[in-house]
């Protein structure tokens, strides 16, 4: 029983489901389109129905009559020329193309926002679809963009338009921001209440208008006044400094800092809101106490930031001490040098004593020749002596 029950209201929930989107959208009608154009500017609706030749097609609007029937804009019978209804009221900002698209110049909010059909009989069968037109002006941004560091203020954004309700939304860089919505009838309105703070100098507003797949964004950048902060020196480091070497001390502010950085009779480069000293030669071997001074003013109102810093000198190395070092460098060396010396030595000694051993073998030979041919000689004499007598 309890099955069967739960089969019957899952078939009416069903029923009841399928009859919902068939009454949403009657046979031959397709749903509407949502289409957004800007005050003064052309927006194009295109008929996406059949319009296959012979089509009847048809535009009609349901803006300018005050029961809201729709009136004729446009009928493709007999319209070889594709003219405009003459007795639209708004016929002259109308226009249709060989491709039925329905294109409306020069918008304005008062007149052309709402419905737009277009309707097409092919064969005796209808279509139609609906093109909701929503007209917008473009956002506006307001705000006074010349702060001082800590004021409060507002920043408003406000977009005029007639049909759907366009989304404003504020940001700081590209991160979103709080904002109140101030909105009345026909007018988009955000406002952000702002706490200004010296971070905010030269920083990027924007105000994004979304509506669908439009957008469209105003834009400002904050001017902040702010007294003298933030004093550093670039480059800090701990170990030694050399000769010639730079220190640039630098400070933010608005207006920009003057920097006084001393000893002053020391040589420096002056740019906005910094300067650079070079490490002279006459501190080698001292540590050397420099201190930055950056002062601004707003008003009649002056502020100055002191800070001190100690550096190390580290001493030049001269011609003598190049020398010296050259040499404990060549010194430490010397037990590698001493045996490559010994090494290269035998070498020598071993190639000495085998050229002399070759030599001494030669002249050995030579000597034994000399002897073997001196005894033929006396050989041969004797027995020419023996063939005389």
Do not use: H
């Given at each position: 029983m309890m099955n069967r029950l739960r089969r019957q209201l899952f078939q009416n929930f069903c029923v009841a489901f399928i009859f919902s989107i068939v009454s949403l959208t009657p046979l031959g009608q397709k749903q509407g389109k949502s289409v957004i154009g800007v005050v003064s500017k052309s927006v194009q609706m295109k008929c996406e129905l059949n319009v296959s030749d012979p089509a009847d097609v048809q535009w009609e609007d349901k803006v300018y009559n005050s029961d809201r029937n729709a009136i004729q804009i446009f009928n493709s019978t007999n319209n070889t020329d594709f003219a405009i209804n003459p007795l639209h009221p708004n016929n002259r900002s109308y226009e249709v193309n060989s491709e039925f698209t329905l294109n409306i110049i020069l918008l304005n909010l008062e007149d052309d926002a709402g419905e737009y059909i277009c309707r097409s009989n092919v064969n005796n069968v209808t279509e139609e679809q609906s093109h909701y037109l929503t007209v917008v002006d473009l956002p506006e941004c307001s705000a006074d963009t010349q702060l001082t560091d800590g004021q409060e203020t507002n920043f408003t954004c406000f977009s005029i338009y007639s049909g759907n309700h366009p989304r404003l939304t504020w940001f700081r860089g590209d991160t979103a921001i709080e904002s109140r919505d101030d909105s009345e009838t026909r007018v988009a309105k955000q406002v952000v209440h702002w706490n200004t703070s010296y971070k905010d100098d030269k920083q990027k507003f924007t105000c994004k208008m979304i509506l669908d797949e439009f957008s469209e964004e105003c834009s400002f950048y904050l001017d902040v006044t702010f007294l003298v902060r933030d004093l550093t020196f670039?480059?800090?480091?701990?170990?030694?400094?050399?000769?010639?070497?730079?220190?640039?001390?630098?400070?933010?502010?608005?207006?920009?800092?003057?920097?006084?950085?001393?000893?002053?009779?020391?040589?420096?480069?002056?740019?906005?809101?910094?300067?650079?000293?070079?490490?002279?030669?006459?501190?080698?071997?001292?540590?050397?106490?420099?201190?930055?001074?950056?002062?601004?003013?707003?008003?009649s109102k002056e502020h100055n930031e002191t800070r001190n810093i100690t550096i190390s000198v580290a001493v030049a190395l001269g011609t003598d001490m190049k020398i010296r070092e050259k040499l404990d460098k060549a010194l430490d060396n010397t037990p590698v040098v001493i045996g490559a010396i010994i090494t290269v030595a035998l070498v020598l000694l071993v190639i000495i004593i085998a050229v002399v051993l070759v030599r001494t073998h030669q002249q050995k030979q030579r000597q034994k020749a000399a002897k073997q041919k001196a005894a033929r000689e006396q050989e041969n004499g004797r027995k020419s002596d023996k063939v005389a007598v």
């Open positions: 670039v480059p800090y480091k701990k170990e030694k400094y050399q000769a010639g070497e730079e220190i640039r001390c630098t400070a933010k502010g608005n207006p920009p800092p003057k920097i006084l950085f001393e000893p002053s009779t020391s040589p420096g480069k002056i740019m906005d809101g910094s300067k650079t000293i070079t490490i002279q030669k006459p501190w080698e071997g001292k540590d050397v106490t420099l201190t930055c001074t950056a002062t601004n003013s707003l008003g």
